[in-house]
């Protein structure tokens, strides 16, 4: 299947945020609906969350269906978003100390 990446800077304007997050989710839900009607496409799912490395690489983080189901039933976009970025920040930069000096 043939797609685009599109980057958006961070400081937009929350009224374009969400009408943009509002298109997408539009946007998904029409494509949901086409694959599933055709037979044999959706044997599964998957998410990518685009984040930027420490180093300046931007790298995709996929999340299976699973996930990312439950996910969304309790995050925003953003959210899910932020989460990921701080889980790959820890993985670049680990911690072998307590827990509880992370502060």
Known sequence: MDGYVAEL???LDDAV????DAEYE????EQEVETEAEEGWVTG?????SITLAD????????????VRRLSEHFSTDEI???????A???????????CKLA
């Open 56 to 67: 300046g690489r931007p790298c995709v983080v996929r999340i299976p269906d699973q996930i």
């Open 9 to 11: 800077p961070d400081d």
């Open 26 to 29: 539009s946007l998904m839900q």
């Open 89 to 99: 920040q820890s993985v670049e930069n680990p911690f072998d100390g307590p827990i």
């Open 45 to 49: 799912s998957v998410m990518g969350v």
């Open 81 to 87: 978003h932020s989460l990921v970025s701080a889980i």
């Open 17 to 20: 945020t969400e009408a943009i």
